[in-house]
């Protein structure tokens, strides 16, 4: 191809991984909440569950690149094949499986030497973040308020804490997330709730604190923790500082 790939992107984790790559220019169209650099060009196409798909084909995008990070993607998916576009499906459920897709992606659109540098850059970097306790902090990263929905094992947060020497207070329930009463937080022991609400326009962690758990609770915006790409490193650095300030004889 004597041209950069048209590409299309329908989730906001795999266009960060774009522009990090410094493909956001060569997008041609994106979901609605991808608030990645370099995207003013973009047609947007819907939310990332409700995509216009003969938008979408109108663009007429090369490689459309999708991600059932996203729960519900699949129907998405389904739509965007049954309309013969050619879409590349990352499934990531850890730090690992990230780090993979940031290079997958480079191989599919050809730059793969710039894919492996952010990769390693971000692994390192994850490195460098590592604390060391008496006992590793329990905690709860919560997506949404009412019902209360957390991540729970196959999460990449999972991974991530444990980059941090942290553990996920619901590392032993099933699934990426999980909805849980108020009593079953306070059954998890958590040492730190994150406050990560997916969708939201505003983050409220003093919703969490007047549940009187008597947890601290540190405001995340989900950029950082509920996509899987390059981004995850703001998260990282936000919870090494949040786990820092833990009191090391509480744990």
Do not use: Y
Not at 52 to 61: C, E
Request: aromatic share 2%.
């Amino acid at each position: 191809m004597d041209r950069p790939p048209r590409l299309a992107s329908l989730v906001a984790s795999n266009s960060d991984i774009l522009a990090a790559l410094g493909a956001a220019g060569w997008v041609v169209a994106a979901d609605d909440h991808s608030d990645a650099s370099g995207l003013e060009s973009a047609v947007r196409v819907g939310l990332d569950l409700d995509i216009d798909i003969p938008a979408l084909v109108a663009t007429r995008p090369d490689l459309v690149l999708a991600s059932l990070s996203v729960p519900g993607q699949e129907r998405v998916v389904q739509g965007v094949r049954d309309a013969g576009l050619n879409v590349l499906v990352l499934d990531p459920v850890s730090v690992e499986d990230t780090l993979a897709d940031i290079r997958i992606i480079g191989d599919a659109i050809g730059l793969s030497t710039r894919a492996e540098a952010v990769a390693a850059s971000l692994d390192a970097e994850l490195d460098t973040l590592r604390l060391t306790f008496p006992k590793p902090p329990r905690v709860l990263v919560e997506w949404w308020p009412r019902p209360i929905i957390a991540a729970t094992r196959e999460s990449w947060v999972t991974e991530l804490l444990e980059r941090l020497g942290a553990v996920n207070a619901l590392g032993d329930r099933p699934g990426r997330s999980s909805p849980v009463t108020l009593d079953e937080v306070r059954a998890a022991r958590t040492d730190l709730i994150v406050c990560s609400w997916c969708g939201a326009k505003r983050l409220r962690p003093e919703l969490i604190e007047a549940r009187g758990l008597g947890v601290p609770v540190v405001a995340i915006h989900e950029s950082g923790l509920g996509r899987p790409g390059p981004r995850l490193i703001e998260g990282a650095r936000q919870l090494h500082t949040a786990l820092s300030a833990l009191p090391v004889g509480a744990l």
